[in-house]
């Protein structure tokens, strides 16, 4: 619990460092505090600047924490303390946002549907849906998702959109796409759908797929987390991916596409997704050309510098097209 | 682009300075203007770096070559001495990586540009932080937001909180120990903002 892990040889990570400040800090304000504990805390600190500064932030984070006192009940009142947090209006205000912040930046809509409601994004959006369940659907650019007054099923007409759903095994959630049904088992999962093609990648859980369509000989199947299912009209194939590709995927999610070795072409028709402004990339030859990057959605400027200053590329912008050439 | 001190680390350990900047003063003044950017500072490094296992790395290796080139001189203004640094580590570990992926350079280029960009407005009023605090304490695993809740709100002490819940004072200090690491990154590192970003 200490922070005697500084005497040791080996390298300290930033986690190992701040787990040893919060530790000190409380220590420090919840228990005894003697003096051979002092010294103990003093030679922590000045074994390095590290220490020093993950203990002022520990510290800083522990007074702010200090304001809580202001909600403290009337003495008096005996209650259980998680009952009474739980209660609270405060509480449940406090847990609709922090819906907001664990999803980071996109907008969140709550809502109350009638019968169907239809979600869209633009090019270049993102919106988060949460449910009435706390399950959370994140739609990505130019995506079109209708959801049914139940709630436990859905219509993906268009996009991609990432699923992390409550389980129930009363009432499974259904996802509808390219008249196949993905029908949760317990899932967090991914759904993109471009021309006639749906593709779906669990990342945790299980799920099945299945053709929407009755008495069809199309085949059904369970997804396990790192499977990938690719669905046409009428086939459907199975690939296992590493977990970190699918981690991939799901990097605009952070308003990033991650690419590995992928070619230029790849890398165009995934921007052209989130942007109006569109690649073109003329000759096979540059379309090829591979590349590692990670790149903001929103990065068509950023790209067109590698293209030019990295790999010697033409950039010209035409209207609402910008040309790249050898 | 500012000017930022070598960021050679056994250069610094070798011919190691006494600080100047007295101890108070540089942690008033951490806590004051380097702790705020930190939001921004993991937008940066996750916006620039590929490996999410490494950002709390750099973040604290960023603060941790601040504080010391602090403890000379008080930079100012802070934030773009901040962000060359974060800068200046990225490009270090970009060429110490195997592979030079090329795009994060560009990247930083980019984001040069954006240095001196004023800081959105990020003290909050004390109702907006008190909400807040709440917002992260409810994202404590539960019984870890019951102790720190009757440790923070109730005011109990260590020994009370065990007593109460009838569990070990280990496990009271464990969970203050996670509870306050995990509150720290919530409350600094993510955009408290719901809106769109900039």
Redesign the interface.
Known sequence: ?TGNAATDSHVE???D???CA??W???QN??DWSETDQAELDRWLAD???H???Y???K???N??????????APGAVEN??SW?NRSF??R???A??L???L?????RYFEVKSQTTWRTPVGGREILTLGDGSKIELNTDTVLRIAASQRTAWLDRGEAYFQIKHDNAHPFVLMAAGKRVVDLGTKFLVRFAADDLEVALVEGKARIESAKPHTNARTAILAPGDVALATADSLSIVKVPARSIEKELSWR???L?FDNATLADVAAELNRYNRQKLVIAGSDVAQLR??????TN?V???T??AK??LGLQVEQRGDEIVISR | MVEVPKSDRENVDLVREEPVVPASELEAWFIREVLPLEADLMQFLRRSWQNRSDLDDLCQEVYTRTYEAAQQSIPRPVRPFVFAIARNLLIDRVRREHVVPIEAVADLDELGVALDAPSPERNVMARDELRLLQTAIARLPPRCREVVVLGRIEGLTGRQIASRLGIAETTVSDHLTAGLYALADMLLGEDSHSGKRS
Not at chain 1, 104 to 108: P, T, Y
Not at chain 1, 291 to 296: D, G, L, Q, R, T
């Open positions: 619990m990570t930033a986690q460092v701040r787990r919060a530790a800090v409380q220590r919840f228990w390095s600047a590290s020093q500064v993950a002022i932030r520990a800083f984070v522990w702010r924490t200090g304001r809580l006192t202001a909600l403290r009940r303390s998680e947090f405060l509480f205000s406090a847990a946002l922090a907001v912040s664990a980071g930046f996109a907008g969140v952070h308003d990033l991650i590349i590692v990057a990670s790149i903001p990065g400027q950023a790209f510098r590698v200053n990295f």
